[in-house]
């Protein structure tokens, strides 16, 4: 069962374009939501998160987007770069589940210069 | 600061045997996991210890078992080696989680496990 969902297994873009990374839910417990990118042969680095009470939080080029009642998240990258190229996790956490992760697939972004 | 270390960093097993993964973080944190990455399914959580001197099972938890040595080490045991285990294994460690707030999980490099 997997309450965390990412369909899109890879996006390619260009370079200076925007990227969005889409990424569903099932669990309505789930009340924090959050953004890993992951480089080859690396572990996964934070990148940003987002509290349930919230529908948006922005963080330089990166923008999180939570639509609670569609149980939707994206992340936006504006502009996109070659070095944001990297498969990028989405992560969610249950209210009660303390410091417990539910991940996505992944999706490999590609930018290309 | 190293972060959070792991080791080792490759490792080939045959069905049976058995191995211990070590992760140490210096950043004082109180919590630390253990996940491991397949192909096609994200991260899961194997094990994971909220403070010293507690373990709990995470979503995937059988044929392996975990050690919290003290504040800084974690460490993540397979005591007969299966093919199904061949995957990448990750520590995290963040600082202890509420239900109010939530703080970022630091990831170690990951060790490449294969099971012959």
């Known amino acids: 069962d997997q ?8 996006l390619s873009v260009q370079e200076g374009r925007i990227s969005i990374l889409n ?5 309505s417990m789930f009340d924090y ?3 890993y990118k992951k480089y080859p042969a690396e572990g996964p680095t934070f990148l940003i998160s987002i509290s349930s009470i919230k529908d948006k939080n922005e963080d330089g080029r990166f ?5 609670k009642s569609a149980k939707h998240l994206s992340l936006h990258i504006v502009p996109s770069q070659p070095g944001d190229s990297a498969v990028y996790f989405c992560a ?14 992944g999706t490999i972004l590609t930018v290309h210069p | ?3 959070v270390t792991q080791t080792p960093k490759f490792q080939v097993l045959k069905t049976g045997q058995s191995m211990t993964l070590q992760c140490a973080q210096d950043m004082n944190h109180n919590s630390m996991y253990w996940y491991r990455q397949d192909p096609g399914m994200g991260l899961r959580l ?12 995470g979503e995937v938890p059988n ?4 050690s919290r040595l003290n504040k800084r080490e974690f460490s993540l045991r397979l005591e007969s080696a299966a093919p199904s285990q061949t995957s990448v294994y990750f520590c995290a460690s963040s600082e202890f989680p509420t239900a109010q707030a939530y703080n970022e999980q630091f990831f170690g490099p990951g060790t490449r496990l294969t099971v012959l």
């Open chain 1, 33 to 35: 939501f959050l953004w």
């Open chain 1, 23 to 27: 990424c569903d839910y099932t669990n």
């Open chain 2, 63 to 66: 044929g392996y078992n975990v």
């Open chain 2, 46 to 57: 194997i094990y994971y210890s909220a403070s010293e001197g507690t373990t709990d099972k």
């Open chain 1, 92 to 105: 969610a956490k249950g209210g009660t589940s303390y410091g417990k992760l539910t991940f996505g697939q």
């Open chain 1, 63 to 67: 923008t999180v987007f939570l639509n």
């Open chain 2, 1 to 3: 600061n190293a972060g």
């Open chain 1, 3 to 10: 309450q965390v969902k990412q369909n899109s297994p890879s």
